[in-house]
Nanobody, 122 residues
């Protein structure tokens, strides 16, 4: 069984920083890309940032310049360093992995984490 486990959410004041981590566990052979999405109450889930196994990154417009995504391919782990946080960054943050290949031969799997809550107080 493969899964994603997030950690690092919590409460922070406006202007503060948080670092989220997401580790993929199980019989994983490779992951093409990992990323972070978020969903605020009453809003649709939106892409925050993504990174490919080759290191290419993409950011949502609302976080570009404030958030940094990075990864450790050897550990199948992705990080999201969030700085200059604003109240509008408050949301449940979900980790995502796409085109996951397992050692048992499953291909093109997409995985989601359970979500971690980030609350930014004003």
């Amino acid at each position: 069984q493969v899964r994603l486990v997030e950690s690092g959410g919590g409460l922070v004041h406006t202007g503060g920083s948080l670092r989220l981590s997401c580790a993929a566990s199980g019989s994983i052979a490779s992951i093409n890309a990992m990323g972070w999405y978020r969903q605020a109450p009453g809003k649709q889930r939106e892409m925050v940032a993504g990174i490919t196994s080759g290191g290419s990154t993409v950011y949502g417009d609302s976080v570009r310049g404030r958030f940094t995504i990075s990864s450790d391919n050897a550990k199948n782990t992705v990080y999201l360093q969030m700085s200059s946080l604003k109240p509008e960054d408050t949301a449940v943050y979900y980790c995502n992995a796409v085109r996951v290949v397992t050692t048992s031969g499953d291909r093109d799997l997409e995985l989601w984490g359970q979500g971690t809550l980030v609350t930014v107080s004003s």
